[in-house]
């Protein structure tokens, strides 16, 4: 499984700033560590249906889904989107 | 791109407005001045098709997207000088579009079609005293019982509460921690043991518009009455404030577009110092800015109900469309007294009654302070 530069890059500088020091790893949980917020999710949301053409629907929308860099490429990679 | 309505949307407009204008407006002063809610015109709102805009012909809806709707109500306020009822009728709609998009097919089939007709009055239960904006930090809580559910807590501020049948109530499942935020939805009714309300609460504006605390004390609600996904309420709830945006917008559009008629009107005819006033710069520069407010309104108000049309998400826009255009009204309003001098300034004129009123578009759906807030976050600040 290929890391996704646009994907991670997004996280780190719109959702992960001021919270994370240092690198984001590819398994590191948005969720326990507060990167993904109420707010944060409907940006990541709104940025991967922009970005991939994809529609995350109410079946995505799962914990697990977005824990973490790996867990959405996972997600975009099931819907048909090479990240 | 295309900026054209089509004959039928156009046809619409005056349709609404001549019907508002003819049967929305009588007895505002009282209703106004005692709080009471217009019943009567509730009912001639029904049988006109205004409840039934967004409802899917299936359930006897007309079936029409959020552009014509949009468009629709502007023509609503633009007529109807009532803004509580208005408003009154924007909830109607939230409630129909969120059992329509998230409820199961029982749901639709018992509620769409008594909710689009005006049998049932819906309200939507999220507000409560320590949770505005901040709707994660809501304390009433669901627990599994049995082969349902517990509700407890209490609401505040619930606009149609007083006189609701159905009510769609968000409420936490669990500590809240997660970016989900651990809200459910349920749809309680009338009558349902240990929901309970207090009395009408009375308002600096907006009096018609019936709101009210609600308390559930041990509610219990089975399992086919959760409207969506366990957990998903946080979801629904954005999805709830887009549409509702876009709507209150278009509400507030069609009130601005009448009080910038009704001072363009004045300041033609009232005449001071043998002139028309509006020859002074200074009161045509405040009708002016009316109508370049209106403008750039209706195009961020166009471009919500598009993407909502699209099925994409319209987070920003309904944030930057809130926010421009309720407090355009707030100003419009504050100017519109100015133009009419003290008789702007007297009851009759119903222009404070406007002013009043539009106070409240800055606040409800999100403060204006919040919409900035939310609309720096999507910038990325």
Known sequence: ?83 | MNFSLSDTQLLQWESIVEFSRRELNAQLHENDQQGNFPLENWKKCAEMGLFALLTPEQYGGLGEDLISTVHSIQALSYGCEDSGLVHAIITQLCCIVLVNLYGSAEQKRRFLGKLSCGALIAAQSITEPDAGSDVLAMRTKVDAAGPGYLLSGGKVFISNGPLADLVIVFAKCGAGKSAFGDITCFLVEKNTPGYSMGNPLQKMGLRTLQNCEMFFDEVCVPEQMMLGKNGHGMFIFNEAIEWERALMTASHLGTLERILEKSLDYAKTRKQFGKEIGKNQSIANKIGTMKVNLELGKLILYKMAWLKDQGKRATLEASLGKLFVSESLKSACLEAIQIHGGYGYMQECDLERDLRDSVAATIYSGTSEMQRNIIARMLGL
């Open chain 1, 1 to 83: 499984m290929q890391d996704d530069t646009k994907l991670r890059d997004f996280i780190k500088t719109d959702l992960a700033r001021g919270k994370v020091t240092g690198d984001l790893a590819f398994t590191d949980d948005l969720i326990e560590s507060e990167i993904l917020d109420s707010l944060g999710i409907m940006k990541l949301i709104l940025f991967i249906e922009n970005t991939y053409a994809v529609k995350i629907s109410d079946d995505d929308l799962t914990l697990e889904n977005f824990s973490s860099i790996m867990s959405i490429n996972s997600l975009l990679e099931r819907k048909g989107t090479r990240p």
